[in-house]
């Protein structure tokens, strides 16, 4: 197994010598050198860690510095633990960490810039099922037993609940939790719908480093697609997090961005 310099997405061996596919991708970009492979053992010689954050009960941060950089997060729940948007990287302190706050039951990523060494967390954790949207398999570098495919609409239990919503990717899905943020509800979105530094606001975007926009009516999709759900915190995958009246703040923000690409504010230019 190798992984991504650039995203830390896992792949077979027979990958090396090739560009990685999801960086060659308009929606995130290779180095200037170009393609560069790394792998669990260089990157654990090179001294990269896996930070442990306890963001809010009931919810942990796993922070690294290899690749995009994402921060996972690992959902408990009664029924078991989703890790979601799973790091590029983990180690046996990451694994004793995660198994000291309840183990994983599942394993899913927002979309597949986020799938990280996915399968490796699965091995970590008796082959643990991962579940990847059907919309953006053909984006896997490296497939097994684990791999679960799925739809529009995936119940993990009565309170925590997987669903796609497109944009960002055809299969970009957000996971709803139920009893997050205290019993008022928690959305976990990756950069899907993004939470903003100012805490209040959301943004919507095919590309975030190369800074592609969506169409305003794609994010009224989105914004439309999450309103049924139930949820006032909504976090991002770099542990940022609108803390309250999240939901209101995504329709707020939806349709800030289709004013602004329909041009009702041009007179301000």
Same mark, same amino acid.
Do not use: K
């Given at each position: 197994?190798?992984?991504?310099?650039?995203?830390?997405?896992?792949?077979?061996?027979?990958?090396?010598?090739?560009?990685?596919?999801?960086?060659?991708?308009?929606?995130?970009?290779?180095?200037?050198?170009?393609?560069?492979?790394?792998?669990?053992?260089?990157?654990?010689?090179? &001294?990269?860690?896996?930070?442990?954050?306890?963001? =809010?009960?009931? /919810? !942990?941060?796993?922070? @690294?510095?290899?690749? *995009? $950089?994402?921060?996972?997060?690992?959902?408990?729940?009664?029924?078991?633990?989703?890790?979601?948007?799973?790091?590029?990287?983990?180690?046996?302190?990451?694994?004793?960490?995660?198994?000291?706050?309840?183990?994983?039951?599942?394993?899913?990523?927002?979309?597949?810039?986020?799938?990280?060494?996915?399968?490796?967390?699965?091995?970590?954790?008796?082959?643990?099922?991962?579940?990847?949207?059907?919309?953006?398999?053909?984006?896997?570098?490296?497939? &097994?037993?684990?791999?679960?495919?799925?739809?529009? =609409?995936?119940? /993990? !239990?009565?309170?925590? @609940?997987?669903?796609? *919503? $497109?944009?960002?990717?055809?299969?970009?899905?957000?996971?709803?939790?139920?009893?997050?943020?205290?019993?008022?509800?928690?959305?976990?979105?990756?950069?899907?719908?993004?939470?903003?530094?100012?805490?209040?606001?959301?943004?919507?975007?095919?590309?975030?480093?190369?800074?592609?926009?969506?169409?305003?009516?794609?994010?009224?999709?989105?914004?439309?697609?999450?309103?049924?759900?139930?949820?006032?915190?909504?976090?991002?995958?770099?542990?940022?997090?609108?803390?309250?009246?999240?939901?209101?703040?995504?329709?707020?923000?939806?349709?800030?961005?289709?004013?602004?690409?329909? $041009?009702?504010?041009?007179?301000?230019?």
């Amino acid at each position: 197994m190798i992984t991504c310099a650039t995203c830390a997405v896992e792949y077979d061996d027979s990958a090396a010598g090739r560009d990685c596919p999801i960086c060659a991708d308009e929606r995130q970009y290779l180095p200037e050198q170009g393609q560069i492979w790394s792998s669990l053992n260089q990157l654990a010689a090179a &001294g990269r860690r896996v930070e442990v954050l306890d963001l =809010r009960p009931g /919810l !942990t941060g796993l922070r @690294t510095d290899v690749g *995009i $950089g994402q921060t996972g997060l690992l959902v408990q729940t009664p029924e078991g633990n989703l890790l979601w948007d799973p790091p590029g990287y983990l180690d046996d302190e990451a694994v004793a960490a995660v198994s000291g706050r309840g183990g994983i039951r599942w394993i899913a990523a927002s979309h597949p810039h986020m799938f990280g060494v996915q399968l490796e967390w699965s091995a970590a954790f008796d082959d643990a099922p991962v579940y990847v949207n059907a919309a953006d398999s053909r984006w896997l570098g490296r497939r &097994g037993p684990a791999i679960t495919e799925w739809g529009d =609409r995936l119940p /993990l !239990t009565d309170g925590l @609940t997987l669903h796609r *919503i $497109g944009g960002h990717f055809p299969g970009s899905a957000v996971a709803h939790w139920t009893q997050g943020a205290g019993g008022r509800g928690a959305l976990l979105s990756g950069d899907t719908i993004m939470p903003n530094p100012d805490r209040r606001t959301v943004s919507f975007m095919r590309s975030y480093p190369n800074r592609i926009p969506l169409s305003g009516n794609v994010v009224q999709r989105i914004a439309a697609r999450v309103a049924p759900l139930a949820f006032d915190e909504i976090w991002n995958n770099f542990g940022v997090a609108v803390p309250t009246n999240a939901g209101a703040a995504v329709q707020r923000s939806a349709e800030r961005h289709a004013a602004w690409v329909r $041009g009702d504010f041009d007179h301000l230019m």
